[in-house]
C-alpha cells in the first residue's frame, strides 16, 4: 500500500509548475493538528468566514464578531465546542427551514381564536371551534353554519404542543450559535446582530404561552421574516418606494376628491347622485371603487342611461386617474426597482472584492502580496471541515482550483489572482457529477458496444419522434374516449369514459403508461438522474408518468374505492401529458425558458407577496372572524340577507379561517368584484370602518407589493431578452457574474 504520508521535503510542484500533492486534504488536517502547520490554520480561519460568505453569495453583511476556536489554542475545550457547534448548525440548516415553515403551517391547521373564546359547553375533540366550524343546516348538510375552508386538523393542545416543538428546536438552534461563539454571550448580542436575535428570543418566550395566542400567527411570521436575508432586502426596498409612490396617491387623492365634490353637486337628486354620490365622502369611496376597476363601468350606468353627457364625467376621471397617474405609479416601481437591483448588484461586487481582498490580507499577515501553497491548502481543510453548507471540494477540486487561480504558475497566490477566488469556486460547483448509476454499478455493460448503441439510440431524434408519434396517438385516444363530456353529454357516474370497465380505450391508456415508464426508466439509465432532472421537460415528463402509473393502479388494483375524483385526476393528468407536444414550438420554449428563469429568482418577492397576504388574514381573522354566517339563530346572518354577498353566494369569501382569509387577500389582489366582499362586512359590521381595512391591503398589496412582483417580472423578462439578443457568450459571463 502506497503511504500517503508527505514529510516537508516532499515536492508539491509537479515539472510543469502546477500544484499536485498525492496526500488527502483529511491527512493534511490531522497533520495540522498539534504541529508548526497549525499556524497556517490560525492564519486562515478568520479569512474562512469571509470566502464562505463570498461563496454563497452572503456579502451583503460581513461580520467580524464570530469567535475564532483557532486562534487561542490554550483553550482547547472551548475550541472543541465551537468547531462541534460550527459544524452542527451547518447540517441543522434545512431543519431550521423546515420548522420555521412549520411554524407558519400551523396557523392554516389550528383553531381559529376568535372561536377559541366562545367557551361552548361541548365534548367535540376541536372544542368551541369544532362545534362551531362543522356545524351544518340539517336539511342541506352542505350549507355550512359558518363558512371555511375545512382545514381544522389540529386541535389547541397539539397545535400548542407542536409550537412548543418548534420553539425547542429553534432555541437549540440559538444555543448552538452560542456554543459557536465559545459561550461568549457579548458575541451573541453584537452590535451588528443584537436586535434581531433580541426579537428571536422574545418572539419564541412569548410562542410559550397560551394566553397570546391571539398574537402567535404574527410571532410566527415575524420568526421566519428574522430569518430570510432575501425578504428582508425586498421589505427595506417596499419602505423606501413609499415616498415615490406617496406623491403620487396624495395627487390620486386631490383629484379624486374634486370630482366626488362635482359629482356630489352634479347627480344632486338623481337616482346617480343617492346611490353614489349622497355625501362627498361617499362619492370619494365610489370613485376609489372606479379606480380598482371593481365596478367600471356599473357604475355610471343609471346617468349614463338617461344621459350620454354624463360619461364625459366618468371617462375623464378614468383617463387621468386610472389610464395615467396610476400608471406613473407603476413605472415609478419599475424605475425603483430597477435602481434598487443595479445598486444591489454593485454593492454585491463591491463587497464581494473588499470581502476577498480582507481574506487575502489575513492569510498574508507579513504583507508579501502572495500567499503560499500551505495556505491555499490550511483554507481548504477549513472549508471542507467547518463550512458544511458549500460544496466539499475533492482532492482532485482542491488541485484544479489551486491551478485555475496560479495563473502564472508560481506556485504562489497573489492577490489580482486571489479576486477570481469566487468566480473559479463558483464555475468549479456548477460542474455536474454525470456519471451515470450504469457507469458506476455495472462497468462492463457501459463499456459494451450494445449499451453504447442503445444509449446513441435513446438520444437520437428518432426516438424523440417515436414518442412524439405515441403522444400524437395518445391525444386521438384522449379525445374519442372524453367525448360525450368534451361535447357536454352528462354521464351518470362517469368520468371521462370511466363506467366501471376496462374497455378497450383503458386498454390503449394502459399501453401508453408502460410506454413512457419504460422512455423515462431508459433515459435515466442513459444519461443518469443528474443530467435527466436538468430538462424541464424531462421533470414534467416524469412527474406525469409517475402520478399516472401511480393513480392508475389505485384505481384499478381491486379494492373498495369507489371516488370517482381520483379517476377524474387520472384523465386530467393524461390531458396534461399532451402539454409536452407544445415543447415543440420555439415560441413556447422560449416563453418556458423565460419562466424558468424568473421563478427561481422571483423567490424574494414572492416570499414579500406572502408575509404582506399572511399579515392581513391574520389580521383579518382577528378582527372579523366568525361574522360571515348563516346560522339562523345568530343575527348576522339576517343582515346578509339583502346584500349582494348573499346573492352572489360569496359565503366562501370570508375571513373565517386563516385559508379563507388567504383566498379573499388572493381576490383583492386580482382587484375584480372584491366590493361584494367588502360590502358583505359592511352589512355585518353595521359601519363604514371596514373600508379602512380593504383600502389598506390595497395601497400595501396591490399598489406597492403587487407592482413590486410586477416590477421584477418586467425587468427579468427585459433582462432574458437583452441576453438573448447579445448571444451565448454574453449569457455565459452574465450567469458567471451572477
Same mark, same amino acid.
Given at each position: 500500500m502506497q503511504d500517503d504520508t508527505v514529510n516537508e521535503d516532499t515536492p508539491l510542484v509537479a515539472e510543469d509548475g502546477t500544484f499536485t500533492y498525492n496526500r488527502s486534504v483529511s491527512t493534511y488536517l490531522d497533520e495540522a493538528i498539534g504541529s508548526e502547520r497549525q499556524h497556517e490554520i490560525e492564519k486562515v480561519w478568520p479569512a474562512a468566514h469571509?470566502?464562505?460568505?463570498?461563496?454563497?453569495?452572503?456579502? !451583503?453583511?460581513?461580520?467580524?464578531?464570530?469567535?475564532?476556536?483557532?486562534?487561542? #489554542?490554550?483553550?482547547?475545550?472551548?475550541?472543541?465546542?465551537?468547531?462541534?457547534?460550527?459544524?452542527?448548525?451547518?447540517?441543522?440548516?434545512?431543519?431550521?427551514?423546515?420548522?420555521?415553515?412549520?411554524?407558519?403551517?400551523?396557523?392554516?391547521?389550528?383553531?381559529?381564536?376568535?372561536?377559541?373564546?366562545?367557551?361552548?359547553?361541548?365534548?367535540?375533540?376541536?372544542?368551541?371551534?369544532?362545534?362551531? @366550524?362543522?356545524?351544518?343546516? #340539517?336539511?342541506?348538510?352542505?350549507?355550512?353554519?359558518?363558512?371555511?375552508?375545512?382545514?381544522?386538523m389540529l386541535t389547541e393542545h397539539q397545535a400548542h404542543t407542536l409550537q412548543l416543538i418548534c420553539v425547542l428546536i429553534l432555541v437549540s438552534r440559538i444555543l448552538i450559535r452560542i456554543?459557536?461563539?465559545?459561550?461568549?454571550?457579548?458575541?451573541?448580542?453584537?452590535?451588528?446582530?443584537?436586535?434581531?436575535?433580541?426579537?428571536?428570543?422574545?418572539?419564541?418566550?412569548?410562542?410559550?404561552f397560551k394566553g397570546t395566542v391571539m398574537f402567535h400567527p404574527f410571532l410566527r411570521l415575524l420568526l421566519l421574516g428574522s430569518y430570510l436575508k432575501d425578504c428582508q432586502k425586498e421589505i427595506v426596498s417596499l419602505v423606501k418606494l413609499i415616498p415615490d409612490v406617496v406623491s403620487i396617491m396624495v395627487i390620486v387623492g386631490a383629484i379624486t376628491a374634486f370630482y366626488s365634490v362635482v359629482g356630489v353637486l352634479l347627480f344632486d337628486v338623481s337616482e346617480q347622485g343617492q346611490r353614489d354620490f349622497p355625501n362627498w365622502i361617499e362619492g370619494v369611496w365610489t370613485l376609489w371603487i372606479c379606480v380598482t376597476t371593481a365596478n367600471y363601468p356599473d357604475v355610471m350606468m343609471p346617468s349614463y342611461n338617461k344621459s350620454r353627457f354624463s360619461g364625459i364625467y366618468f371617462v375623464s376621471f378614468m383617463v387621468i386617474v386610472f389610464f395615467l397617474l396610476m400608471n406613473m405609479v407603476l413605472g415609478s416601481v419599475v424605475e425603483h426597482y430597477d435602481l434598487v437591483m443595479e445598486n444591489r448588484k454593485k454593492k454585491m461586487d463591491q463587497m464581494l472584492h473588499q470581502d476577498l481582498a480582507r481574506a487575502f490580507e489575513l492569510m498574508d499577515p507579513n504583507g508579501t502580496g502572495v500567499v503560499t501553497q500551505d495556505t491555499i491548502l490550511a483554507l481548504f481543510v477549513i472549508l471542507n471541515a467547518d463550512f458544511l453548507d458549500i460544496r466539499r471540494l475533492s482532492d482532485?477540486?482542491?488541485?484544479?482550483?489551486?491551478?485555475?487561480?496560479?495563473?502564472?504558475?508560481?506556485?504562489?497566490?497573489?492577490?489580482?489572482?486571489?479576486?477570481?477566488?469566487?468566480?473559479a469556486f463558483a464555475a468549479l460547483a456548477a460542474e455536474p457529477d454525470y456519471t451515470t448509476m450504469v457507469q458506476k454499478r455495472f462497468p462492463e455493460i457501459y463499456a459494451s458496444d450494445e449499451w453504447q448503441k442503445v444509449s446513441a439510440f435513446v438520444r437520437s431524434r428518432k426516438f424523440e419522434m417515436i414518442i412524439e408519434c405515441l403522444l400524437v396517438l395518445n391525444a386521438v385516444v384522449v379525445v374519442i374516449q372524453s367525448y360525450p363530456e368534451l361535447a357536454g353529454e352528462y354521464i351518470a357516474n362517469d368520468t371521462a369514459g370511466y363506467n366501471g370497465e376496462f374497455n378497450i380505450w383503458e386498454y390503449f391508456?394502459? =399501453?401508453?403508461?408502460?410506454?413512457?415508464?419504460?422512455?423515462?426508466?431508459?433515459?435515466?439509465? =442513459?444519461?443518469?438522474?443528474?443530467?435527466?432532472?436538468?430538462?424541464?421537460?424531462?421533470?414534467?415528463?416524469?412527474?406525469?408518468?409517475?402520478?399516472?402509473?401511480?393513480?392508475?393502479?389505485? =384505481?384499478?388494483?381491486?379494492?373498495?374505492? !369507489?371516488?370517482?375524483?381520483?379517476?377524474?385526476?387520472? =384523465?386530467?393528468?393524461?390531458?396534461?401529458?399532451?402539454?409536452?407536444?407544445?415543447?415543440?414550438?420555439?415560441?413556447?420554449?422560449?416563453?418556458?425558458?423565460?419562466? @424558468?428563469?424568473?421563478?427561481?429568482?422571483?423567490?424574494?418577492?414572492?416570499? @414579500?407577496?406572502?408575509?404582506?397576504?399572511?399579515?392581513?388574514?391574520?389580521?383579518?381573522?382577528?378582527?372579523?372572524?366568525?361574522?360571515?354566517?348563516?346560522?339562523?339563530?345568530?343575527?348576522?346572518?339576517?343582515?346578509?340577507?339583502?346584500?349582494?354577498?348573499?346573492?352572489?353566494?360569496?359565503?366562501?369569501?370570508?375571513?373565517? !379561517?386563516?385559508?379563507?382569509?388567504?383566498?379573499?387577500?388572493?381576490?383583492?389582489?386580482?382587484?375584480?368584484?372584491?366590493?361584494?366582499?367588502?360590502?358583505?362586512?359592511?352589512?355585518?359590521?353595521?359601519?363604514?370602518?371596514?373600508?379602512?381595512?380593504?383600502?389598506?391591503?390595497?395601497?400595501?398589496?396591490?399598489?406597492?407589493?403587487?407592482?413590486?412582483?410586477?416590477?421584477?417580472v418586467i425587468n427579468s423578462f427585459l433582462s432574458h431578452l437583452r441576453a438573448k439578443k447579445t448571444g451565448p457568450e454574453s449569457n455565459q459571463d452574465e450567469s458567471l457574474k451572477q
Open positions: 469571509l470566502i464562505r460568505d463570498a461563496i454563497l453569495g452572503e456579502i !451583503d453583511e460581513p461580520y467580524d464578531g464570530w469567535y475564532d476556536p483557532h486562534s487561542n #489554542p490554550a483553550n482547547k475545550m472551548k475550541n472543541k465546542c465551537s468547531l462541534i457547534c460550527i459544524r452542527a448548525e451547518s447540517r441543522i440548516n434545512g431543519l431550521i427551514a423546515v420548522t420555521m415553515w412549520t411554524l407558519i403551517l400551523i396557523s392554516f391547521f389550528e383553531p381559529p381564536h376568535w372561536c377559541r373564546v366562545l367557551g361552548l359547553d361541548t365534548d367535540h375533540r376541536y372544542g368551541s371551534c369544532g362545534a362551531v @366550524l362543522e356545524a351544518t343546516d #340539517p336539511s342541506d348538510e352542505s350549507i355550512s353554519y359558518y363558512p371555511n375552508f375545512g382545514l381544522m456554543g459557536r461563539n465559545g459561550f461568549e454571550m457579548w458575541r451573541f448580542f453584537h452590535p451588528e446582530i443584537r436586535y434581531a436575535n433580541s426579537l428571536r428570543l422574545l418572539s419564541l418566550i412569548l410562542l410559550c482532485e477540486e482542491t488541485v484544479k482550483l489551486f491551478n485555475s487561480l496560479d495563473v502564472d504558475h508560481s506556485n504562489e497566490i497573489n492577490a489580482e489572482e486571489f479576486q477570481e477566488f469566487g468566480k391508456e394502459s =399501453v401508453f403508461t408502460v410506454a413512457y415508464t419504460v422512455e423515462a426508466t431508459i433515459k435515466i439509465l =442513459v444519461d443518469g438522474w443528474t443530467k435527466y432532472s436538468e430538462s424541464p421537460r424531462n421533470v414534467f415528463d416524469f412527474t406525469i408518468t409517475v402520478s399516472v402509473l401511480a393513480a392508475s393502479i389505485y =384505481v384499478y388494483y381491486p379494492n373498495d374505492y !369507489d371516488d370517482n375524483r381520483l379517476i377524474t385526476f387520472v =384523465v386530467l393528468l393524461r390531458v396534461l401529458r399532451l402539454g409536452r407536444l407544445l415543447m415543440a414550438f420555439p415560441a413556447f420554449q422560449d416563453i418556458t425558458a423565460v419562466a @424558468l428563469e424568473i421563478i427561481p429568482k422571483s423567490k424574494s418577492v414572492l416570499q @414579500l407577496l406572502f408575509f404582506v397576504t399572511y399579515f392581513f388574514s391574520a389580521l383579518a381573522v382577528i378582527l372579523y372572524g366568525g361574522l360571515i354566517t348563516r346560522d339562523p339563530e345568530n343575527r348576522l346572518s339576517e343582515l346578509l340577507l339583502d346584500t349582494d354577498f348573499a346573492s352572489n353566494e360569496y359565503w366562501g369569501n370570508n375571513f373565517n !379561517d386563516m385559508m379563507s382569509a388567504m383566498n379573499v387577500m388572493f381576490n383583492l389582489i386580482v382587484v375584480n368584484n372584491w366590493t361584494t366582499c367588502e360590502g358583505g362586512y359592511e352589512a355585518v359590521t353595521e359601519g363604514k370602518m371596514v373600508r379602512l381595512f380593504f383600502f389598506s391591503f390595497h395601497i400595501v398589496g396591490v399598489v406597492l407589493t403587487n407592482n413590486i412582483v410586477m416590477a421584477f
